[in-house]
Structures are given as C-alpha cells and as structure tokens.
C-alpha cells in the first residue's frame, strides 16, 4: 500500500553532515506518521524521530535531539533526515518508516511500513 525507499547514506567524517531522503509511493495520503529508525550492529531497532502530518508535529530520541532534524515535504511525498554533528555512535543503518495512525510512539511495531534501509558511517 504504501513503499518507502531511503537513500543518501554513506561514509562521512566526524562532525559531518548527511540528509537522508525518503520517497513515498503507492497510498501516501494514508501515512498519518512517518520516521526513522535506525539499527547498529549487534543492537535492537532503535527509533530515531519521527513526524505527525497533523500539527506539523516532530519528536526525536534524546540521542539525537539538537544534532538531527526531521521534516516532510507533502508535495513530493518525501521525508527528510537531516544529520548534522554527526557523531561515531550514530554509524547504524538507517530505515524510513510509515504509519496509519498518527502516533508519538517510538516502539518499532507501531509502525506499518518499512524501506529497506541505508547504511550511514560515520568515522573518527
């Protein structure tokens, strides 16, 4: 119903910038949230931030609050992960996410829909 596709991820230095894009096709109009999560080695799926299309609203990690920035483009149904300060902790795969509902909710399963992720590293 609804596909999502990241990409933008790659190899940057500490301190360093990235802005990932994710594109939406198929029922957009259904994705009442949309988000990222991201998952580093060895560890669980670990949410990121997220957006709620009503309110304009964006929630983030305590990790990433201040360094990171989630936005929304609607008429390009792409949603945007804007990485700045990034750190070596932050090396994770990064995966866009989608759901029906409009939630605050930084549990994984919420979630209805999934891109296949794209791998951000960052060096020292």
């Known amino acids: 119903q609804v596909q999502l596709v990241e990409s933008g991820g790659g190899l940057v230095q500490a301190g360093g910038s990235l802005r990932l894009p994710c594109a939406a096709s198929g029922r957009t109009f259904s994705s009442a949230t949309m988000g990222w999560f991201r998952q580093a080695p060895g560890k669980e799926r670990e949410f990121v931030a997220a957006?709620?299309?009503?309110?304009?609203?964006?929630y983030y990690s305590d990790s990433v609050k201040g360094r990171f920035t989630i936005s929304r483009d609607t008429a390009k149904n792409t949603v945007y992960l804007q990485m700045n300060s990034l750190e070596p902790e932050d090396t994770a795969v990064y995966y866009c996410t989608a759901a029906t509902q409009s939630l605050r909710s930084s549990w994984y399963s919420d979630y209805d829909y999934w891109g296949q992720g794209t791998q951000v590293t960052v060096s020292s």
């Open positions: 957006h709620r299309r009503t309110g304009n609203n964006t």
